[in-house]
């Protein structure tokens, strides 16, 4: 186990936007930085998740210059000493789905590795829960996904405090139809994955029929008008969005 971190050493410097980190840290080029603004902005997904999509640097580098960009420390789970039992106090899937790991509570911070901060309902949850504010550290995503299979396995159930109340035995009841087991809502990559799948059906889609109406010169009685190009472009998108539909539907299964 690493040294304990401790909370009030969690503090940072004045911040600096994260294009200039990676641009002054030469982490990326001027180049590629424009290249990486745009596909984010493309798939709705953050800068530092885009340039970690794309593998034109390592993620130590990316999530230390978001960390910085976010004023939040950065850290190797590994380096750290991790309270089980502050672990065991949180359910499973609570910690999966908002991708987070509690390393320690202590001097009133409960202290969650995370990629990036957890959403403001979470750390209210987690405030009540323990009676403690709630601070994030970052780390790498591979580190996170790891220590979660780790500490938060599929199969795991909540552990109950030693002081919870005993549960009392459960009235036997007419056997009734069984129900379908509720699906664990996907994380945020998942969702990604599964829009960016959407959105490559629809753009080969609005090609394929581009092309395929521009080669075979169909229709034939506006292939010399002015306006096949529009009408080729409007039911490429047609026929796109009705692929994607069913892309997404199929997906969501």
Do not use: W
């Not at 609570?94 to 990036?116: E, V, W, Y």
């Not at 395929?212 to 009408?231: E, K, M």
């Amino acid at each position: 186990m690493g040294p304990t971190v401790n909370p009030r050493q969690l503090t940072m410097g004045k911040r600096r936007k994260l294009e200039t980190i990676l641009i002054e840290n030469n982490i990326v080029s001027n180049e590629q930085l424009q290249q990486i603004v745009q596909y984010a902005h493309a798939v709705g997904i953050d800068l530092h998740e885009a340039v970690l999509q794309k593998k034109i640097a390592s993620p130590d580098a990316v999530m230390m210059a978001y960390a910085e960009s976010i004023g939040l420390p950065f850290i190797h789970i590994d380096d750290v000493s991790i309270d089980t039992a502050i672990v065991a106090q949180i359910d499973p899937m609570t910690a999966r789905q908002n991708s987070f790991l509690p390393i320690s509570a202590d001097q009133g911070h409960i202290l969650l590795a995370t990629t990036k901060p957890v959403i403001p309902d979470v750390a209210e949850q987690l405030r009540l829960q323990f009676n403690m504010s709630v601070r994030c550290v970052i780390c790498t995503p591979a580190e996170l996904s790891s220590a979660i299979a780790q500490y938060y396995p599929r199969d795991a159930v909540k552990i109950e405090p030693p002081n919870a109340p005993a549960t009392q035995k459960p009235v036997a009841k007419p056997k009734a139809k069984p129900k379908a087991e509720p699906v664990e809502p996907m994380n945020d990559e998942d969702k990604r994955d599964r829009l960016l799948k959407v959105i490559a059906s629809f753009n080969f889609t609005v090609a394929g029929v581009f092309f395929g109406l521009s080669h075979f010169q169909i229709p034939r009685v506006i292939y010399n008008s002015g306006y096949h190009f529009l009408f080729s472009i409007i039911l490429g998108i047609l026929i796109g969005a009705v692929v994607g539909y069913f892309v997404l539907r199929k997906l969501s299964r």
